[in-house]
């Protein structure tokens, strides 16, 4: 209570001093207006000196946006902030095997800014349209041939809009005579697939790329396995987010989003199918022998069925030591026609039949066991038995369960290097998109990481650092969190109120100790030296008891008109002893040697 009380008192006073303060300023600044208007007379100068001077904050830098720049050799690059479509191709082809409404590829794109955009001046390819079919490509600077260095493709994609269902995946089509980027469809022969890609809660980040067999000289996608991170926030947080494929020559693949790893794995030991066939196969002429037993267990041949065994035995039969309880009422139906039921005033008996008031539970059957006729309840039949089987045993003819024979895969190969893909000349988007405004910027392919990190950190890396000075701070993000999640507001009250809750339980219900002013009124000990005095009192006592020994042998021998004379002196001591003396007093006068001498 002291401490609640204590509380009070400090927010009073504060609030007080704030009043005070606050008065003071308005009679100071009335005092000011008198002056001002008192001096109107002796110039506009001097009443521009007595006005206040007030500090103007200084004005928000403006981030300056410049498109990136290769800091190295590159197959293709592209910002989209010269504001145009120059060096892309928009399809003008049809789909196969699709209705015309929508075949044709007739999805708008257009280069715009990005909404909400943290950087004027940075634009993007956009998806404009829904519900269409989209298409757009571009030819790199030269084909791209795998040999002795890696491949590396990076580029943004932003779901303005969020994403229901579509994909925001890019296809490095495959160098070959009959390319024809006018008329880009979705067989137009690719050489790798990469991105993002949503439909439903299904979200996916594929890598894809198409593998010559070269034995038959087809074709057969084979398909990363899926990613372990969770990826569903790439697709719903609305930010710009960076996508990155290194290929290795060693086979190996990294996938990035937002410079970390999600997905890596070998083009030999994690693609499905896999890139090489098994060396042997399953005969397919091999057939299983008529007489082959599959069979584990088998019927006993031997068995007999046991003469008492009553296949017809009913498996329940009623209970012949059940007694109907008192009380049941045989003549009673468990359910009546309500009474207070009434035939609606529509009711055609031509039409709809003779009027019956429905049903309802008989009322005189609550209070009794039972109503209706009596009958006795069922009970398992303990001769029951059932069908008679025979029992299982082994089959000693058993062979185990037959498989065809292995016999050598004529469609074998085996290739220890399908990092060296068809080459391709060109990158293009072929999408159906549910929802527009995607935003898609900085395409980069190339062979060196070092050049990949310069044009992110040149791109990617300033509209994040963009982003992050604009978003809000931990409380703000916390009650954003809360208005979608309004369970969260639970937590956060829980997690303030309890530790003060703790803390003020605490304080009040520990045992109460009394200050030190409180020991001062009293005689009572303190605690931290309560022991001690008790020793110090004791050894006191011992000593006070032989000085007065020593002191009555004395008075003994003594005049007896000195004893007549210090009575008056001992009358006035004893009054003094009477009034109350603090604790350093008392202890101070229990000591003989502090003792005023006796007058003879």
Same mark, same amino acid.
């Given at each position: ?9 400090? !927010? !009073? ?28 007379? =002796? ?31 590159? %197959? ?157 926030? %790439? ?94 009422? =045989?003549?009673?139906?468990? %359910? ?41 309840? $069922? ?18 003819? %058993? ?34 998109? $549910? ?42 993000? $916390? ?76 008075? !003994? ?44």
């Amino acid at each position: 209570m002291e401490l609640k009380w204590l509380l009070y008192v400090t !927010l !009073l006073a504060l609030g007080t001093l704030a009043v005070q303060a606050h008065d003071t300023d308005d009679d100071n600044d009335a005092d000011d207006v008198v002056d001002i208007e008192d001096d109107l007379d =002796d110039g506009i100068e001097e009443v521009e000196e007595l006005k206040p001077e007030t500090s103007t904050p200084p004005p928000t830098p403006k981030v300056t946006y410049r498109a990136p720049v290769p800091t190295g050799e590159v %197959y293709f690059a592209e910002s989209f902030d010269k504001g145009t479509l120059d060096g892309w191709i928009l399809s003008r082809a049809k789909k196969d095997d699709t209705d015309d409404e929508i075949a044709k590829y007739d999805g708008k794109w257009e280069v715009q800014d990005m909404k909400d955009t943290k950087l004027p001046g940075d634009k993007g390819l956009v998806l404009v349209t829904r519900a269409k079919h989209h298409a757009i490509s571009s030819k790199l600077s030269k084909p791209f041939v795998f040999d002795t260095k890696p491949l590396i493709i990076q580029y943004e994609v932003n779901f303005q809009n969020g994403i229901e269902c579509g994909g925001a995946y890019v296809k490095l089509l495959s160098k070959t005579p009959e390319l024809n980027l006018d008329q880009f469809h979705d067989k137009t022969p690719y050489t790798i697939m990469f991105g993002p890609d949503k439909c439903g809660e299904d979200y996916k980040l594929h890598f894809i790329f198409r593998h010559k067999n070269p034995k038959t000289g087809k074709y057969e996608e084979k398909h990363a396995k899926r990613p372990d991170a969770d990826l569903k926030t %790439y697709f719903t947080d609305k930010k710009t987010h960076l996508y990155t494929l290194v290929l290795n020559p060693d086979n190996s693949f990294e996938i990035l989003v937002d410079q970390t790893v999600v997905n890596s794995g070998n083009l030999l030991n994690d693609m499905s199918p896999p890139v090489n066939p098994p060396r042997e196969i399953e005969d397919p002429n091999d057939q299983k022998p008529e007489d082959w037993d599959e069979r584990p267990k088998i019927p006993d041949p031997d068995a007999v069925k046991p003469d008492d065994w009553d296949e017809d035995a009913p498996a329940k039969i009623a209970d012949e030591n059940a007694v109907k309880p008192e009380g049941w009422l =045989d003549d009673e139906p468990e %359910y009546v026609a309500d009474p207070d039921a009434e035939k609606p005033e529509d009711w055609d008996e031509d039409m709809d039949g003779e009027w019956e008031a429905p049903q309802i539970a008989n009322p005189k059957c609550e209070t009794a066991p039972g109503c209706g006729t009596w009958q006795r309840p $069922m009970i398992d039949n303990p001769n029951y038995k059932g069908k008679w089987k025979p029992p299982m045993i082994d089959n000693v003819n %058993y062979q185990g369960i037959w498989k065809p024979r292995k016999i050598p895969n004529p469609d074998f190969f085996e290739d220890l290097e399908p990092f060296k893909m068809t080459p391709f000349s060109a990158v293009g988007l072929e999408l159906w998109s $549910m929802t527009s405004d995607i935003f898609f910027d900085n395409f980069i392919i190339c062979t060196e990481r070092a050049v990949a990190d310069d044009w992110a950190s040149d791109g990617w890396g300033l509209k994040k650092a963009a982003d992050g000075a604009a978003e809000p701070g931990v409380v703000g993000q $916390m009650m954003a969190a809360a208005e979608e999640r309004p369970w969260l507001w639970v937590v956060y009250i829980l997690t303030v109120a309890l530790p003060v809750f703790l803390v003020v339980l605490f304080y009040c219900s520990g045992k109460k100790q009394p200050s030190a002013s409180e020991y001062k009124k009293t005689d009572a000990p303190q605690p931290d030296v309560m022991d001690e005095e008790k020793e110090e009192e004791k050894d006191k006592g011992d000593k006070e008891e032989e000085e007065e020994e020593e002191a009555n042998e004395e008075k !003994l021998g003594s005049d007896a008109d000195i004893g007549s004379a210090s009575q008056e002196e001992e009358e006035e001591e004893e009054e003094e002893d009477r009034k109350p003396a603090s604790e350093e007093e008392e202890t101070v006068n229990r000591s003989p040697r502090n003792r005023k001498p006796r007058k003879d």
